[in-house]
């Protein structure tokens, strides 16, 4: 799809200068030394040569096709450079000028104008306000970076040109290759979106890798990443604050859902890796880019040494990865081959001073093991120890058992490193630490569960749609935006979520003329349009025995609102079943500005306000994840029932997550939504929500 | 105290073989070339001479005094060798040799004897089965690593020779030196203990670091600790497992209170900076080292790049450091000298452009702001980036600005590595990433404020110990270990614990007799020396409301308890007031092999049980600690009070934690304790000690 910008027919460098530490000349400099396969040019009016070759007044005097335009020059004169270059039918534009939308108003209308310039002819682009392009594949850095990346199997994309040149200088260090090497800048075309599609059908690419900040149109980018993500894995740092405080929120859920539960919801759901620092992202590229995904969860540990073994197991409790119980033969073959003193058990000791033939023998009996799944083999430089050889050692088992992941842990950095130069350069990753390299055998599991899950299903719920659609016009005509209780009670019975049978009634004679038809106990709620934080105004009462204290409890609830709220419009008080011997959960919405709706649940009361012990799920959310929304949160022991008490119908909870989905998918106007508490009944009895709030906007 | 071993007037290694790879050569070898500033000998019956010097036969042939003897001899020769070294006149022995307790009983009794005999002749010995000992400041390199450690101002002790060599290799590679290095080895005489000692008095080491598997004498080391990291900070790596299911635990607080709450509260207590790998190690002995601790919490963060600026400010909200607000002088002198578009308030910009000057510039301005305590610089390596040129004005800074902590974040590796060893020589560590910086910044910010802490007091209360006493022997002599629920509250009280009034029933008329007296509701509970969990066997009842209730509820209990415990001897019924309006709580005691009494504080029912939201500390605990164990655990608030509920009274929780503590102390035989629930009152109100279970062992 962008073939034309990685690996393109011809490239000109448009603003090449005749000085060295002028970017145009440094960019044409880096084509040149990397060697890139096909023809490129340079243009510059004021230049006739530079190294011995013609430079070229305009692009259009190219007497050669070209497909990509490198863009240096000053930004006012981009729009003219980009209509030469749609006259001589290029195919795709690296902008590399900064000047535009980053610099204010001005910036950004010029950055229109060049847009336009570009769809007219049909050329993609690249930044503008950027570091380049580069793809090993054919030798093409188009970038001012200092460095040329080696050729690799990870693609690398970055909102953050001066985090590249900083990644380049690590790779370089520690021999890490890249497919390709791409800077975002201002995206004023091509954004991760784009460049996903692409490097999924990428043969080169084995790993995609991403430095964001953040994410305009994030469901299409979401549905987009899950779709590659099945194929290869997507690893992303996503940096930049909470938006904590910045919105004006009136719902628990809302108070809660920031931006950053967002980020991580979609992160989540769409399969992406999120690397908490660069130091992951490398971590986690190379695991996945020179191992295979293991079939199994269960690792092996060998290691010269005992504390780092130690170490190493410690790691696997904390990130929950498993280690291997050996079959007997395993464990007599190992007696075999291995001093008295050796550990036979899983870590396997081979003691410190095992040479490299001595790891062979283990490496060989332990890998066979069908018990085991990978291995982490760890080498500290002891007196005996054969650095190389045994690196060459394990190089040779990571071939022989192909179907296996096996990362080093070669500790140290100076005598080893001619070691971890030998592993690294065929294909097994070295960590420095035990800690790192479980870690990342951690997060490539859990990836592969994520990949070898089944196909995710949306429930559709057959619903009264029309209803809903006359409620919120309702309100809306009369210019309000908090839907009453009742109203908003009839949104959720519309969508087939069980409420809690509420009665209005105007004055003290209809409360009680209704009430003893519902029968006693009952909870009283004032209903106003104008109250939203009903127990705030002394608005409710819960418990009312009989119709004498519902006579008095009903005036002193209107007594109440008028001290609090003089100005509010009662409506009446309404009259509900009270509901014993639930647990109170929440379930709300809340509407993020890049994904959508943020589904929340949680333990009601306390739980939420002082542990906030709540998951989040961007909607439309599958039943799969409807499940574990409730069974990831901390407290969850409680409605599955503990110590001989009965649980919870999780399946109601679920059921009522999705519907709530559904709602908010269905109807974009609704900004938030609690249903707070939603009784959960015992199970097989299902769930019923008390009280519920909504808040709508502007279709 | 150890000075003979660090820096002896002579060095004698005994068991240097001719060839090269033996141990004792290498160590031999290892001696001469670091340049041991004093005089140093072989020793060994079967060689004559080595690089020309002559070899002896014993080290009583040696015609110079002696302090130290490095034995490398196989380990049925050592008591022969040590005799002889006594003989001389040697003070302190290291014992490479293996094959003593590591190996089994035999070893043990073999080491035993070594011992022995060195403390007949008043011979100190570090190991045996270890690496050696170093000291760079008089150029001692008694270890058979390959390297020796550049001089520097960390001291560094390891249980694991192994690991001791790889950190050797690392820090070859980053330039970190040291000023001793000790292998400990089995430690049969010297400890971590006696090292802390004396590194605590040692002007070269300004940080020490362990690593540590396992303590024995865990309050000694506590006590120790304590002081020395007053002086100097102390970092610890504490790897190997917890022993969970490995006790035999009938309480709340023992099901909770493993050996790694044990070691983390010890290290917390006593100012032990806990590392969780050697990379954090690394990170902080160096942060520690080479940079003064700030006089206050607010960092400034410069850079080039925006990227790495915000993850840097990430770090800062996830690990809880504050960025400085800077004075108004401070952002207008930053306009004057940086362009337009720089960013000026925290995180400062200096952007992609900046030479060496520009952030001269900066950082004098920054850095003369009073509200700047400390301050992170990144740089990412761009085209116009001065790498060593800025580096040296990050060391110019720092010697300007000397009570003002600043760390360097050069990213990348490859051509930043000639700027890192200019700011690494010069006492500016260098952190590869933001996230590492900050968190190394984080961890000297929270040692600064334990050292800044007042004097730690100790409350004695007034306490009828004989009484105690009295019930402890009573049940022992009945052959008992767990105290009947009335002892248990006897002992509470005796201690000061304000306990439930509770009057043993032992037949229905009796009860119902008390019960008018004591006023309704009334819980029961059986009363019962062989029954633990009385909710298990329907042992209990809540909430009785009057004489015909008690009646059938008292009945009910003891049918319950024939039938599931028909054994059990039933002393009675136990009628005790209600307490409403509390909020349960958990104060327990817990006793550790290494440390002793580890004391648990929690909020009661699902909070220990589901979410294990509890906070421990080893006794005694003083005020404060007791204060902090309360503060500490998530749901705080609930104590505290949220949303116009009033808090309840902590001050009597404290106190209780306190009492808990004394009794523990004072009675070494409690094995462990719960108080559970202690209903915490109302602010100023006190609490009640509802149910009390302890259970005693042998003196």
Redesign the interface.
Known sequence: MLESMFCPIGVAVIGVGRKE?N?GH?IFDNIREAGFQNRFFAVNPKTEEIHGEKVYPSIKDIPYPVELAVVVVPSKLVPQVMEEAGEKGVKAAVIISAGFKE?GIEGARLEKQVIDIAERYGIRVLGPNCLGVADTGCGLNAT?A??TPYRGEIAMM??????L??????A???RIGFSKIISLGNKADISEIDLLKTLKEDNQSKVICA?I?GITRGRDFMMVAEDVSKKKPIIA?K????DAGARAVSSHTGTLAGSEQAYNSAFKQSGIIRA????DLFDYAVGFAYQPLPKGRNVAIMT?????G??A??AC?RYGVSLAAFEKETIDALREVLPP?AGLYNPVDVL?DAKAERYRKAMEIVLADENVHSMVVIL????MTEIDKTAKIIVEMSRTFPEKLIYACY???????SGIKILTENRVPNY?????AVATLATVLSYAEYIHRGRVTYERFAVKKRRVREIFDETLKLGRRNLPDIQASQVADAYGIRIARCVLAKDVNEAIRIGGGLGFPLALKVVSPDILHKSDVGGIAIGVRDEVELGVMFNRIIDNVRRFMPQATIWGICLQEMITGARETIIGMSRDPQFGPLILFGLGG?YV???KDVSFRIAPVPDQEARKMVTEI??Y??LRG??GQPGVDIDAIVDTVMRVSQLAMDFPEIVEMDINPFMALEKGKGGIAADVRITIGGK
């Open positions: 530490g970017v440094e610099t001012f200092k460095e970055s909102q953050s040109g001066a985090l040149t900083a990644i380049l200088d690590w370089k260090a520690e430095y900040e740092i940096s930049g604050g909470t908490g620092s660069v130091e010269n040494a005992g504390g780092p130690i170490m197991t410690d409790e003193a410190g500290t430089p002891q007196a500790m140290g950095r100076a005598d080893v490193s420095y630490y035990p800690e790192r306390i306000e002082v542990l901390q407290s022991a409680l503990t110590r």
